[in-house]
């Protein structure tokens, strides 16, 4: 009989990890289980790895940072496991999920995954989210790191949380890259490729803003970011990648003093470089210094930007932005 793979989970909270409060706290739930617990609670892992649990941290995913995935990034190289498993709270795991894969350097697949409903809640997904996590990252195929959310793979360079509510809420433009049906993993095809290490520092990293465009706004907000500290910024523009003729000429001004990124608010699709060329589209904003997103949203271009500038000099960083960006 073949052996079964060791797996290592490591948990940080998160609705997965939640059950209701004591009366004299708050009435809604909160984090209180541990990951031994969330492996206790699936008896079916046990035939599909030996697995190791070991709690983090205990918080609401809007509390992670980046130093934290940097944590368990090293943790996970430090590692023998022959693949990883990190539980939390979905608000922020598209955002955790692809610091990962910019940071990561380990060999074994890492895979997050975590809960849209509680413990205590009819139809509650963790134990069947963390069991099909287990699955992919012992599967001997998956990929370098990925988000695992109802029975379903997806890259963290284009997974978005789409629902506040919904256990479907965990999509990707064109589809997911795999599924796991009964119990057995199907990629859709080639794994992606992965990108070469950066070598990116979490604890260098430097504060981007990112702001979006809307309807009749004002451009204070535009003007008033050098004074802030903001080292760069992304732009949510309209469509593929436009402003109005007041936020044009605020954005072109501002991308003299730091680097501008411009993406896209549609959730959906890239943004386009050559395309429209009146004042404030696409074409006009390149030509003024504003960088493409490529297939990046707004908040995956702000972490590898924040990244890059802590890591690179300025000049380096719009370069490496650009091309790791339009290779999305």
């Not at 509390?63 to 023998?80: I, P, S, Y």
């Not at 490729?193 to 981007?208: C, E, G, I, S, T």
């Not at 009146?278 to 074409?283: D, L, P, S």
């Amino acid at each position: 009989m073949t052996s079964l793979p060791h797996i290592q989970v490591f948990a940080l909270g998160g609705t997965i990890a939640m059950t209701p409060g004591a009366a004299s706290a708050s009435p809604g739930v909160v984090p209180s289980l541990t990951a031994a617990d969330l492996v206790a609670g699936v008896p079916e892992i046990a035939n599909v790895a030996h697995v190791r649990a070991q709690t983090l941290m205990q918080v609401g995913s809007a509390n992670l940072t980046l130093a934290h995935v940097a944590e368990v990034c090293r943790r996970a190289e430090a590692g023998d496991a022959a693949g990883y498993v990190v539980t939390q709270g979905t608000d922020s795991m598209e955002e955790t999920a692809f610091a990962a894969f910019l940071l990561y350097e380990g060999d074994a697949p890492i895979v997050f995954t975590g809960a849209m409903r509680s413990a205590n809640i009819p139809g509650a997904d963790g134990a069947a989210n963390l069991l099909a996590a287990i699955r992919v990252a012992a599967s001997g195929g998956a990929p370098h790191v990925s988000v695992v959310m109802n029975d379903e793979i997806h890259d963290p360079a284009r997974v978005r949380k789409s629902h506040t509510s919904s256990v479907a809420a965990f999509t990707s433009p064109g589809g997911p890259e795999g599924q796991i049906v009964e119990g057995r993993v199907f990629l859709r095809g080639p794994l992606p490729v992965r990108h070469a290490p950066m070598k990116l520092d979490a604890a260098k990293a430097q504060p981007v803003a990112l702001l979006t465009a809307t309807m009749d706004d004002t451009t204070a907000l535009v003007e008033a970011l050098p004074s802030l500290g903001y080292k760069g910024t992304v732009i949510a523009a309209y469509g593929g990648g436009h402003l109005s003729e007041p936020w044009a000429d605020a954005a072109a001004k501002l991308a003299a003093e730091m680097p501008v990124v411009l993406a896209t608010r549609t959730g959906a699709g890239r943004v386009l470089e050559k395309s429209y060329g009146y004042r404030g589209a696409e074409i006009d904003l390149i030509e003024r210094g504003l960088i493409p997103s490529g297939g990046l949203d707004t908040r995956k271009a702000r972490i590898l930007l924040s990244l890059l500038l802590g890591s690179y000099g300025t000049e380096d960083a719009k370069a490496r932005f650009y091309g790791f960006a339009s290779g999305i």
